[in-house]
């Protein structure tokens, strides 16, 4: 069973900053790449941010130059850092890990349960 836990969202005003957490955690054999989408009421889900095992990253362009992805391969974890909120960055934002367990050859997508940003204006 693997669990993919997120944390640090909140209410914050514009231009302020939050760092969101997620944690993976169960009967992991490996993490590829992991990353974190946004959804805001009526729209559909949006990559934010990824990063590969390796460090690359990639970012949405809305995001760019605010947000900072990073991770820590020995706690299994991803961070988000979120600089200048916008009010239009409001929405859940949820942790994706693709992984593998011991129990399959192959890797597959997790989700956590989401965590609530809310910027206010």
């Known amino acids: 069973q693997v669990q993919l836990v997120e944390s640090g969202g909140g209410l914050v005003q514009t231009g302020g900053s939050l760092r969101l957490s997620c944690v993976a955690s169960?009967?992991?054999?490996?993490?590829?790449?992991m990353g974190w989408y946004r959804q805001a009421p009526g729209k559909q889900r949006e990559l934010v941010a990824a990063?590969?095992?390796?460090?690359?990253?990639n970012y949405a362009d809305s995001v760019k130059g605010r947000f900072t992805i990073s991770r820590d391969n020995n706690k299994n974890t991803v961070y988000l850092e979120m600089n200048s909120l916008k009010p239009e960055d409001t929405a859940v934002y949820f942790c994706c890990a693709a992984l593998r367990t011991f129990d399959l050859p192959f890797p597959y997508d997790y989700w956590g349960q989401g965590t609530q940003v809310t910027v206010s204006s």
């Open positions: 990063i590969t095992g390796g460090g690359k990253t």
């Open positions: 169960g009967s992991i054999f490996s993490i590829n790449d």
